[in-house]
């Protein structure tokens, strides 16, 4: 009976009791550990290409687990990472007849350098000889004196250099390595460089003829195809620009080995094999060769040509090592995720599965938290997670009801809405029409009309948030000064409205994706907009990618609305030079101007990052005035963050490495620039 | 729970039947699914982690009996010496706790306890950081909690029916308060010597029929819940028309509750006498072979009608006992002996009992059929759409489909609660309907 009673009386009290029990237990056990943060991504388990992330969360991520060379900083600054240290200077070769006219050329540059001590105003570090070469080696690319040194032996004749392009419709690079590098006559060819698999260039010293009858004879007497040679140009020596990079002594990798120039070496490799459109690409693409020196702690990458905007493309390119990339060529992404590979940043990759992703701080002393990733979250999952407080930060936002949101926390803008105007077009090619246009537009108008996160962009051609940015006003809206300057123009509005000239209305037709609900949005709203000033917009939506790509390439277009990805580049030449205004080139907007081409290539040649932003004002004092494009806005991720999250949401957009690195009261940096004297 | 307190005595080798019943509901699903027997793959069956699940299930099954038995019996026998307006209170509670639908409960549970309080629910958390050092009780206690939180969620309406049920039948056992208070014997004694014996077979019979349907519940407490358990391979396999992993499951859910029935005897003995051939139809999980046919079926038959002939099929079986059960109380054979007509006779003694009885049989089997109803949409909402608007106006709520939802149910658990409380009402009106109606032998 006893049994029985207790058995009774005594299981469902003692059964609520210990549900009471394990319940607040377990509710205090999930309570948010102080030294981690949980995050929420909607997004499947992502591969972790640290060179092609899909997403801006994993772009995030990626940045945290590796280090590139160089890192462009929340304050848009240049910093060194993995490399500590960088200099450009200048490597010149002369080839002469032979090695003996080498060296006396060498003996009477010495001894005219150390008569008036010109060491220093030449800034000539070092001499020497290599066969019939004479190899000078300048400390400053930028103020070198190569043309007094090339004065100086110039009565010792050296050898034409001649620049040869070919081009074959099949795989030259194959073609060349199995058939002219063998070929005793490849020792006269004193680089080669390849433009992709069909095109080469190569340079040839002295007397050419023989060596590219030599060259063709041994492309062509196969298959017959025919190949094409173009003599580009010939000059006096080869000027070769190289960059230096120091790699930071006792660095590591994850897994415990160093980082050495090797490592950068190899990725820069493997990023030149890679087919992938990264912006480094175009950094590679002028790369003629890479070198390891100083005993693995300096890269030294020698360029085909000044191509200033090398060391902005370079910022924030991941390091991989040398190791891995070795045994996982070909860059294919299930490589990422079989065989994970080790960083060199701040956090390391504790574990990773399809569900979630652990991040560990590779530095236990210096605060920084543990991270855990939870993929493919449903909206369930992160409503449970931020009503228990066991969850951080969602991303995105729309995955959770905002109502119960404190903190919306965006990221940096990685592109911006704007319209390229043809100003080839009849009507449109008229740049006051353009400024008036300008006028007519209501940004925050757009803004609030149009979905998703979207910030204010400045009116300058180049990136927000760098140190070069010039952040040029947009022209204000304002209806009744858009009026003033269409009809100054001679583009007054009739009785219905509509603006017209003595022989035709201001009427043009405005191309944008039809594939994207923003665009399309967009559009309608920027054509009602210019309405109200009398300009009569037909919004054309382009079906897909390629027709719009299509119609850029023929120019088919008068007005078009497109993405604009932000790059570190200060090279513009692709978008506004006049070489590249003809069909099929870069420069939509048509801009055809010889001062706005000189200062482009001046910019682009540009190799001091400070003298950037200077360069930066000129040209766009000459630019921004023909309006050849309105800049409308920047696109964000919304990320929703539970309230007592530290950091806060800078203007500039909020990241996961300024979650993840304790903040220090530090002042912020000038740009970190270090030119020193070669030792 | 039921909704309908099953009526007949369970039968001889309820254990036997049930595999019986099994095999006959495989053929039928293979036979809807239009598939050949050695076309199904078994290859679940072998595997460690499909029983490891119906291991979890069947844990959480036993607490939630365990709990909702004792605490009827300790009612039951702390009441009994109360008035019957008490313990009549006391048997209304049970029937509306019995009504209230699963879905409602687990849903309203996610979004108050989760929503409201911010507590956890193990299965339902998302992943975390391990912890720098984790105690041997925390660990214990959350795998406790993980187990506790489903058991006390189905505890809920079985509670609810255990109590209406032997509060109901408790009458039924001999009462014996007076000679044993002539006798001298104290009433504890009394009551834990004597009645609870006699109490017993009564909760026996009531135990075993829940076993019958208490999986089958479980499978949305489990899918709410997203524990990994039967239930929630059940609900998958259901919802993706998967026929081997549906015929896997049903395997498995024999296995469970013939494993439950087995617990029930060793804990309140056997259950004593049986009931007749047809009561044994009433003692299989009809639901659970209902909504198997049902997510096979060719879409050209309608599914509810599988539902409404497994209602009728059980709940006619259950009937039929009791009207056997009734009809020898009637004065009918005195009539006949008197010299009465035949039709005067059932005129006069049994015609008015029958359309009683029959009223009393519909109106249970449209209250046992609103509660499946809304079972089965919550494991497949697919079904919804199948049903008339006004009808699916009130189950829609509760047949949570998408994650959306589930967050929006998480966020303002107050829709849910209401379909779930028009469905429970409707359900409760019909049973009291049913039980006011329905005569009674003694």
Sequence with gaps: ?679 | MNGVPTLSQPPRRLALRLIVGCVLALLAVLALSQRAVDEWNPATLESVLFWKRCGSSLAVLVVALSFSVCLALGLELLTSGFGGLVRGLLSFCGRVLACAPVAALAWGFVGLWIGRYGGPVETLMPAELPAAESMWWTRAARVLWEFLAPALLLAIPLSGELVHGIIRDAPVTNALDLSLRARGIPRVAAVWRHRLPQLLPVAGKHLRSLCLIAPVYFIVVEDVLRFMGWGAWMAQSLRGTDVDAILSGMVGGVCMVTALLGVARIAVGRVGPAGGKMSGLAWQPWLLWAMACMAVMPDVVPPWLVLWFAVLLAGGADWHQAWLALEQRLPLEAARVVGGRSVSIWWRHAARVQARFLTAWITAAFARAVIWIVVACAVRPAWVDELSPHVARWVRPLAISTSLGAAAALADPLPVLEAGGVVALAALFLTEVSRIIQPRAT
Aim: proline share 8%; with cysteine; glycine share 6%.
């Design chain 1, 1 to 679: 009976m006893i049994l029985a009673r207790l058995l009774i009386l005594g299981a469902p009290p003692l059964i609520a009791v210990l549900a009471c029990w394990a319940a607040l237990e377990s509710k205090r056990s999930h309570e948010r550990p102080k030294d981690g943060l949980v995050v929420m991504l909607a997004e499947k388990a992502p591969v972790l290409n640290p060179f092609q992330p899909a997403s801006e969360a994993e772009r995030q991520i990626t940045e945290l687990v590796h280090q590139p060379l160089l890192r462009i900083d929340d304050r848009g600054q240049l910093q060194p990472a993995l490399a500590d240290v960088w200099r450009w200077s200048q490597r010149v070769t002369c080839w002469f007849a032979d090695a003996g006219t080498a060296v006396r050329a060498r003996e009477k540059l010495q001894a005219e350098v150390e008569n008036g001590n010109r060491w220093a105003e030449w800034h000539l570090i070092s001499t020497g000889t290599e066969e019939n070469a004479l190899l000078l080696t300048f400390s400053d690319a930028v103020e070198a004196g190569v043309q007094n040194a090339l004065d100086t032996v110039a009565d010792l004749k050296p050898l034409p250099v001649a620049f040869w392009r070919m081009e074959q419709r099949g795989s030259l690079r194959g073609e060349w390595k199995r058939r002219v590098t063998p070929n005793p006559v490849s020792k006269r060819i004193r680089r080669v460089w390849f433009d992709g698999d069909g095109a080469c260039e190569f340079i040839l010293a002295g007397p050419s003829q023989r060596v590219l009858d030599e060259v063709r004879f041994a492309l062509e007497d196969k298959d017959g195809a025919p190949s094409a040679l173009h003599l580009l140009g010939e000059v006096a020596a080869l000027v070769e620009p190289v960059l230096d990079l120091d790699i930071r002594p006792g660095q590591s990798w994850h897994d415990g080995q160093p980082v050495t120039a090797e490592d950068a070496k190899a990725t820069l490799e493997y990023l030149q094999a890679t087919d992938s459109p990264l912006p480094v690409r175009d950094v590679l693409r002028h790369v003629q060769s890479l070198e390891v020196q100083n005993g693995g702690s300096r890269l030294r990458v020698i360029f085909r040509r000044r191509y200033g905007p090398a060391l902005a493309l370079l910022a924030d390119v991941p390091v991989l090592p040398a190791a891995w990339l070795r045994t996982h060529p070909g860059g294919r992404p299930s490589a990422f995720t079989r065989d994970v590979p080790p960083g060199a940043g701040g956090h390391r990759i504790a574990s990773l599965d399809s569900r979630s992703l652990i991040l560990l701080p590779v530095e236990s002393g210096r605060e920084m938290p543990r991270l855990l990733f939870n993929f493919a979250a449903s909206p369930l999952m992160a409503q449970i997670g931020i009503k228990t407080g066991t969850v951080d930060l969602v991303w995105p936002a729309r995955v959770v009801d905002r109502t119960h949101l404190t903190q919306l926390r965006f990221t940096p803008a990685r592109q911006r809405l704007v319209v390229l105007w043809n100003t080839r077009n009849p009507v449109l090619g008229n740049p006051r029409l353009r400024a008036a246009l300008a006028h007519a537009t209501d940004l925050d108008a757009l803004i609030r009309a149009t979905p998703g996160r979207l910030g204010r962009a400045d009116a300058s051609v180049f990136a927000p948030g760098l140190w070069f940015s010039s952040g040029q006003p947009r022209l204000p809206h304002d209806l009744k000064e858009a009026r003033r300057i269409l009809a100054e123009a001679g583009w007054p509005q009739d009785v219905n409205g509509v603006a017209r000239s003595a022989d035709r209305e201001l009427r043009f037709t405005l191309l944008a994706p039809g594939h994207d609900e923003l665009h399309a949005r967009t559009a309608e709203i920027l054509a009602a907009q210019w309405r109200a000033v009398g300009a009569v917009v037909n919004v054309e939506l382009a079906a897909n990618a390629e027709i719009l790509a299509e119609k850029l390439h023929d120019r088919r277009f008068d007005a078009v609305l497109v993405d604009q990805r932000f790059e570190a580049s200060w090279d513009q030449t692709p978008w506004w030079h006049s070489g590249q205004a003809t069909p099929g080139g870069t420069n939509f907007c048509g801009i055809t101007n010889p001062q706005i081409d000189l200062l482009l290539e001046a910019l682009a040649a540009e190799l001091d990052p400070q003298r950037v932003p200077e360069r930066v004002r000129d040209l766009e004092a000459q630019l921004l005035p023909l309006h050849p494009m309105l800049t409308l806005f920047t696109t964000h991720e919304e990320a929703a963050a539970v309230p007592g999250l530290p950091g806060d949401n800078p203007p500039s957009g909020w990241t996961l490495r300024a979650l993840a690195t304790p903040s220090r009261n530090e002042p912020p940096p000038a740009i970190q620039l270090k030119l020193r004297v070669p030792e």
